[in-house]
């Protein structure tokens, strides 16, 4: 008889997750931060051309529509930001097609929260913080890189001003497969392949690692700033514990007409690969329109939080069910 009706975590690991759901939103009502529930299905999903939304025909009283499964809850959030909510946070459900394995499932929990009048600095205190208070045996410190200062270290190559033939080559190299495997990817598809199989298992080696000034084209939600040396960059932050990307965080963009147009410009670019536009999200753009405050948000996968803080060996040993198994 088949066994495949039983959780895949086990009663006592659920018992854990609990203990520390509630120590999180704790973490939060101390600070006065006022837990929010918003819809998985909104008008809108994510346009980024390394995400795959999922949607679903729904009958309305407007008729036939199609709705997206969010996946995050950033763009009910930031309409709730606008409404003057002021500080809140969510444990949501979200949900990427076609993400399965150790560290992933399609369906999976995002804690979101975000902090009108923060700065991404003051943002990235808060998000040690809260990931220390949950990992009883660390004791490590918060160490910041610079996205740029990483390839230099580790591939002796520079992200910004290198040709997109030489990222394409160390992409296919150290992907151990065929250079015309690349021929069609662009500049952020090789970062990205170089920054996972390269960089990332070197991160948060007894530390926390705060990688920030990625490059402007990967802002996605987030203003951009010029650093140092006078390159514009994305004003967010990615934080790493044993080389799991566990945050991600944004100086959050608020200007409607420019989120409108990068909305469009990652629909052309989905064109291009042939992957298929995905609705924008009009709503947001409205809030965004009638003044979202400025400040910072982050998001944090919280089943790949518990899975450290317990031991685990994959993701789907910290759910109740997984995707597989749902």
């Not at 076609?98 to 399609?106: L, S």
């Not at 959050?252 to 052309?268: C, W």
Request: proline fraction near 4%; hydrophobic fraction near 40%; glycine fraction near 8%.
């Amino acid at each position: 008889m088949s066994a495949s009706w039983r959780p895949t975590a086990d009663i006592e690991t659920l018992r854990e997750r609990a203990r520390l759901l509630a120590k999180v939103r704790a973490f939060f009502t101390e600070r006065d931060v006022l837990e929010v529930e918003t819809p998985v299905l909104g008008q809108g999903g994510s346009t980024d051309v390394h995400l795959v939304s999922l949607s679903t025909l729904a009958r309305t009283d407007r008729g036939q529509r199609r709705l997206w499964l969010q996946t995050s809850p950033e763009f009910h959030m930031k309409r709730l930001l606008a409404a003057g909510s002021g500080p809140i946070f969510q444990l949501a459900k979200s949900f990427r097609d076609g993400e399965v394995g150790a560290r992933h499932n399609i369906e999976f929990t995002m804690l979101e929260w975000y902090r009108p009048g923060y700065s991404l600095a003051a943002l990235i205190d808060e998000t040690a913080t809260l990931v220390a208070s949950i990992l009883p045996r660390f004791h490590g410190s918060v160490v910041h890189y610079a996205y740029r200062r990483l390839f230099h270290t580790h591939l002796a190559v520079d992200p910004f001003t290198s040709s997109l033939e030489t990222l394409r080559r160390l992409a296919a190299k150290h992907g151990q497969m065929p250079a015309t495997a690349l021929a069609n990817d662009g500049r952020d598809t090789c970062l990205d392949l170089l920054m996972s199989m390269v960089i990332e298992p070197y991160l948060g080696r007894n530390e926390l690692s705060v990688v920030v000034d990625y490059p402007a084209s990967q802002a996605a939600l987030a203003r951009r700033h010029q650093d140092a040396d006078g390159e514009w960059v994305a004003s967010r932050f990615e934080l790493y514990l044993n080389g799991i990307e566990l945050a991600n965080g944004y100086d959050e963009l608020t200007d409607a007409a420019e989120q409108r147009a990068r909305f469009a410009d990652d629909n052309a670019e989905r064109r291009k690969l042939g992957v298929g536009e995905v609705d924008v999200d009009e709503h947001l753009l409205a809030a965004l329109d009638a003044g979202l405050p400025p400040g910072s948000g982050v998001a944090l996968g919280i089943d790949r939080l518990i899975q450290l803080a317990l031991g685990k060996a994959r993701l789907e040993d910290v759910l109740t069910f997984s995707t597989p198994n749902c």
